[in-house]
């Protein structure tokens, strides 16, 4: 079998080697799901719950060596990569109350007795990313196996060690083989192969935009079943009514969290132009300020990114005489290390305004008043998500009805709660994830008619 060598981002040194999944792999652990899906679907709600609750209880108790996976296999600051491994076990223990609620619907009609039922949908093929390998793995996992379903897992290639490690601790939780399994291998042998195979019913992938058409698109042959969570070129849009200090000291981490590799990064700031230059004298300092370096010390604020080719892309955004108006601190030697920056004046032309940098790059743009924010807000292929900064209620829910996005924070910067809807408008996706309607994404629903007259 191929191997793969991980590298530590912050480092550039190899981590592990691991063996790397062929097609024939693919199509292996394709027919273990098959075969372990009846005895799965057939666990009773009751005992799945409490399989899923004791796996969420394992996952806690591996925190710590989950986060120190992640800080050496994709760089993430140590209080972030504890956040994520909790995350996962917490996705897990809300939907573990799923399979005791998966409730269908009795219909009046006439004749008979109507009842519909949420069957599995059944193999489920999740393709994650390499930005948040833990979160992203768990918003598919913890649904879909509540519902009654096996999954495959497709870690990115950069970053298999969490979702290898989560697999494991699936089985010392008790789940039955087969029911999650996790293939380390390229996406376009692996994860095509998931996509094309008729035994797999259903496809989560996040990822770019490109690779999220062309899943799409193999999906069709099948009619197979799809999520997708894509791109994002979201606003963070500040009034002159905002409580400016607040919008500009959280600007910075609404772009720069996860080093910018954030479908959610708020990398367009627009900002109403009689506050504008305010606002950046308020913007440079918090900018400057955060702390970049060693992802194991619990001062980090932003590590590096997740590869050298990565860091070239980010970087072709900011060609020589680009026009920087803050510059942030980077580490010099090894590592795939990038400074925030923000980019000001841009015009709605240039790519580090219309293209997901996927990056500590952000670009401030002003505008003149409400029509002018919605316009630019929404001058974007994407739809994912956007902050709101003002102190009028009427204005922050106009606009947030207006901007074309599926996730919008008013005076914050949240995005992904795992007891809320998450996903996007336009080309940043389709279908969502999370909160209490998960399962619908992950269930058939099925008429079935009782006739009672004779
Ligand atoms: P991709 O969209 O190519 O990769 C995402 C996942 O899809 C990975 O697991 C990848 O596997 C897999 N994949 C790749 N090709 C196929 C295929 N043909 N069929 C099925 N699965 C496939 O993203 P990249 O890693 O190439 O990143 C490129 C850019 O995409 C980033 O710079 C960023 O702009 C954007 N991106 C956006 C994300 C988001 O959350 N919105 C997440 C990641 C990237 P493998 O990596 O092993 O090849």
Redesign the pocket.
């Known amino acids: 079998m191929p191997e793969f060598t991980v590298l530590n981002p912050a480092t550039e040194q190899a981590v592990t080697t691991i063996p790397v999944a062929t097609a024939a792999a693919a199509d292996a652990a394709i027919a273990r799901a098959v075969a372990a899906q009846p005895a799965w679907r057939a666990v009773s709600p009751g005992d799945r719950a409490r399989l899923l609750r004791g796996f969420a209880a394992v996952v806690a108790d591996h925190v710590e060596e989950l986060a120190g996976l992640e800080i050496a296999n994709s760089g993430h600051p140590v209080g972030q990569a504890r956040w994520e491994a909790t995350h996962v076990a917490e996705v897990l223990r809300y939907y573990s109350a799923a399979p005791e609620r998966l409730c269908g619907r009795q219909i009046p009609v006439a004749g008979g007795l109507d009842v519909t039922f949420l069957e599995p949908v059944g193999v489920v093929g999740l ?6 390998p833990m979160p ?1 793995l768990a918003w598919g996992l913890a649904p879909a196996l509540a519902a009654g379903n096996p999954v495959i897992a ?5 970053t298999p060690l969490t979702a290898l490690r989560v697999a494991e601790l699936a089985l010392e939780a008790g789940l039955p083989a087969g029911v999650f399994q996790v293939l380390a ?4 042998v ?3 192969r ?2 094309e195979h008729p035994a797999v019913r259903k496809i989560v ?8 058409r ?2 799409m698109a ?1 999906c069709a042959a099948s009619v197979k079943r799809l999520t997708l ?4 070129k979201s606003a963070n849009i500040v009034f002159a009514d905002a409580r400016l200090d607040r919008a500009a000291a959280t600007a910075p981490q609404a772009v720069f969290d996860n080093a910018g ?3 959610c990064a708020r990398s367009r700031i627009l900002v109403q132009r009689s506050v504008f230059e305010e606002f950046m004298e308020l913007l440079e300092p918090a900018v400057t300020g955060i702390v970049v370096g060693d992802p194991a010390l619990p001062g980090t604020v932003m590590g590096p990114l997740i590869s050298a080719d ?1 860091r070239a ?2 970087a072709s955004y900011v060609p020589d005489g680009a026009p920087v108006a803050v510059r942030g601190s980077a580490p010099s030697g090894p590592g795939f290390w990038f400074p925030p920056t923000v980019l000001a004046p841009v015009g709605r032309d240039d790519p580090a305004f219309t ?5 500590p790059v952000a670009v401030v743009m002003p505008f003149e008043d409400e029509a002018e924010a919605i316009a630019i807000a929404n001058d974007t292929r994407y739809g ?1 998500s956007g902050s709101i900064w003002t102190q009028d209620v009427g204005r922050a829910l106009r606009v947030a009805r207006a901007v074309e996005a599926g996730n919008l924070s008013v005076n914050s910067h949240s995005s992904v709660r795992y007891w809320t809807p998450f996903g996007g408008f336009k080309q ?1 996706g389709l279908g969502r994830e999370l909160g209490p309607d998960a399962l619908d994404a992950f269930t058939e629903t099925k008429n079935v008619f009782i006739a009672t007259e004779d």
């Open positions: 393709i994650v990313p390499w930005n948040f992203i497709k870690p990115a290639e950069l291998g390229r996406g376009s692996v994860g095509r998931l996509v992938f996040t990822g770019s935009t490109d690779t999220g062309e899943v193999g969570e894509l791109g994002g590799q954030d479908c990565h892309r980010v293209d997901e940098v996927f990056g994912l940043s």
